[in-house]
């Protein structure tokens, strides 16, 4: 066939190619604009159930900050120990203590998950506090022994109004809410440790 025949073939196709590419186009945008008003249809529900939830008072959390570390054996940590200490024999703090003062390992094998940890300390004292609950804490590597009596030294209440306020009552794996896990759910979402940031 000569060259010339060829063109209106030619011309045919890259027709036909711009077609389909026009209407596989059509369909992504409007495949798109489906998925963003699903998407934000699904965002409106979610605010809507979590309008119902108990909400959890704001806490702003310290930024981390170098502290001098310690191998555990020096008790004072700073105007951040709380009375409760003298009680204890350990450093206890609550939500009046700045982190900046307590302490760290002189032998940290990860500082930054220490900074978190600490973090999350603070905010949980704090968002109990706004529940009505004082709740105290230690910094696990000043202290050695039995955790339970480590626990009860601290000096929490017992209560089952305390232990919902601090853990809520979600379920586990893919039943877990964060916004239902009290103010330990409410301190490792606001830090960015869960899936749901």
Same mark, same amino acid.
């Given at each position: 066939m000569p060259e010339s025949e060829y063109e209106p073939r030619? +011309?045919?196709? &890259?027709?036909?190619?711009? %077609?389909?590419? #026009?209407a596989l186009t059509i369909? =992504?945008?409007?495949?798109? +604009?489906?998925? &963003?008003?699903?998407?934000a %249809?699904?965002? #409106?529900?979610?605010?809507?159930? =979590?309008?119902q939830l108990v909400e959890l008072p704001a806490v702003t959390p310290a930024a981390p900050t170098a502290a001098p570390p310690t191998d555990g054996a020096d008790d004072d940590a700073g105007s951040g120990v709380s009375d409760a200490s003298a009680d204890a024999g350990f450093?206890?703090?609550?939500?009046?203590?700045?982190?900046?003062t307590i302490p760290r390992a002189a032998e940290d094998p990860d500082p930054a998950n220490t900074e978190i940890w600490l973090t999350q300390q603070r905010i949980i004292a704090q968002c109990m506090r706004e529940q009505g609950y004082e709740h105290r804490y230690t910094a696990y590597w000043l202290v050695s022994g039995d955790p339970a009596l480590i626990q009860d030294a601290?000096?929490?209440?017992s209560s089952d109004e305390y232990t919902l306020a601090l853990w809520g009552d979600t379920g586990g794996g893919d039943e877990y809410r964060w916004?239902?896990?009290g103010c330990h759910g409410y301190a490792v979402h606001v830090?960015?440790?869960d899936d749901a940031n």
């Open positions: 030619r +011309a045919r196709r &890259a027709k036909i190619a711009l %077609a389909i590419a #026009a369909v =992504a945008v409007g495949g798109g +604009a489906a998925f &963003a008003m699903t998407s %249809a699904v965002v #409106a529900e979610n605010e809507a159930q =979590a309008g450093p206890v703090y609550d939500a009046d203590t700045d982190i900046a601290l000096g929490n209440p916004e239902e896990a830090t960015g440790m």
